[in-house]
């Protein structure tokens, strides 16, 4: 068979140069559509169903969350492997499916059979929601937000936090490629109002009665229309909370006959922050606030880097002159390394085999013929690299 291989090649010089150059323009073409990376991405096909319950130890959240949502998705086709962690205040339940298994059809069956495990999930506890589709080399891009130098006073923790999550990280939103950016260090601010027990206690009011106020009087309410022609005039309750001072003047009790009591006359309405567990700091002196951008799964670590990159002029243009943006992991700089690195090799192997070919041959030109066996190769390796969605990197290369 290999002669009548070698023969037809003879025989059908343009045949096979057609062919030959149409192998060249598929690989190059694939070159420039495949995925590259550092190192291969070797997570399974999985999927993360995380539950926050913060008031429940790690007994109870085993009992009461984890078990009942491993119960449900328990009879889902293709499914490998059920894993679960329960600790104080969360669940996570990691749910491996065969790699067949269309990443975007598993989310689909785990959501499906979520709704039947949230109501064996007594109410108040938590919702269970599924992790991003992104892997454990999903952090490509990590970075901190901080002060320039002189202006470390001016600017707290909570207002650092607050810059990053609602200017900095909703603009990084919608780049194509990422699928979430998590927010590291800081204060995460919140509207606090610290109960007086002694007042509560003097004007017969109880805890109960204050989230109740706070919940009925922070809501808008649409109603009809009134037809005045040749205009309509919607009615409207605008009730929504939008300061202090509104919180302060939400009406706890009205009693007929007697005088209001306000959300101010029972406790101290303020800015306050959730409970902190961990800090990000700069060069071990200030406070400083990060992001970490999650890459989605499949997506090209390089071309998403360069979308971030194109962005963050634009947001830092957002940001006051005196904060900076500052990126401290940066995975390009990896891969432009392992790239170098497997050019580097791949060219110096080249260069020695055909070195040998060459000498061992005793003519040039037979030795550049055989030699050419190895970028058609290469070529023909990265074109069914693209075809079968194997990534670029230091191991597959």
């Known amino acids: 068979m290999l ?23 598929w690989g190059v073409w694939s070159a420039t559509k495949l995925p590259i990376d550092a190192v291969p991405d070797i997570t399974n096909n999985q ?21 009942p949502i491993e119960q449900s998705i328990a009879n889902i086709p293709d499914l490998e492997e059920t894993r679960s962690i329960s600790r104080f205040g969360l669940s996570v339940i990691t749910v491996v499916f065969k790699e067949k298994v269309d990443i975007y059809f598993a989310r689909q069956l785990i959501n499906e059979k979520l ?20 892997t454990g080399l999903g952090q490509i891009y990590e970075y901190i937000i901080h002060p320039k130098k002189g202006s470390e006073n001016k600017y ?84 929504l909370v939008t300061s202090l001072e509104d919180i302060k003047n939400i009406s706890v009790k009205n009693n007929p006959g007697s005088v209001p009591i306000f959300i101010k006359d029972v406790a101290d309405v303020r800015f306050g922050n959730a409970v902190r567990y961990g800090a990000m700091t700069y060069n071990g002196e200030v406070d400083a606030v990060g992001g970490v951008v999650m890459m989605l799964k499949g997506e090209n670590a390089n071309n998403v880097i360069e979308k971030i990159k194109e962005k963050l002029p634009t947001i830092q243009k957002s940001l006051p002159d005196d904060i900076i943006i500052e ?3 940066d995975r390009s700089v990896l891969v432009d390394k392992a790239m170098s690195t497997v050019e580097k090799n791949l060219i ?30 290469m070529l023909f390796a990265l074109a069914m690299m ?7 990197n230091l191991m597959s290369l």
């Open 3 to 25: 002669d009548s291989i070698i023969k037809f090649s003879i025989k059908n010089k343009l045949v096979i140069g057609i062919m030959t150059l149409l192998l060249i323009i």
């Open 47 to 67: 999927v993360q169903i995380i539950t926050v319950c913060p008031t429940l130890a790690a007994q109870e959240v085993e009992q009461l969350v984890t078990f």
């Open 115 to 134: 709704k039947e495990a949230e109501e064996k999930i007594p109410n108040g506890i938590g919702t269970p929601e599924l992790a991003p589709v992104s």
């Open 156 to 239: 707290n923790a909570k207002d650092l936090r607050t810059m990053q999550d609602w200017i900095v990280a909703r603009q990084l939103y919608g780049t194509p490629g990422i699928a979430e950016v998590n927010s590291f260090g800081g204060e995460l601010k919140q509207y606090e109002v610290a109960v007086n027990p002694n007042r509560l206690k003097a004007m017969d009011i109880s805890i109960t009665d204050i989230f109740n106020a706070l919940e009925k009087n922070n809501q808008n309410t649409g109603g009809a229309y009134i037809d005045k022609k040749p205009s309509a005039y919607f009615v409207r309750g605008i009730g």
């Open 327 to 329: 990126p401290y992991i």
């Open 348 to 377: 110096e192997g080249a260069l020695i085999v055909i070195f040998v070919l060459v000498l061992f041959l005793g003519n040039f030109r037979a030795g550049l013929i055989v030699a050419s066996a190895i970028p058609l190769a």
């Open 386 to 392: 693209n075809v079968f969605g194997v990534s670029a």
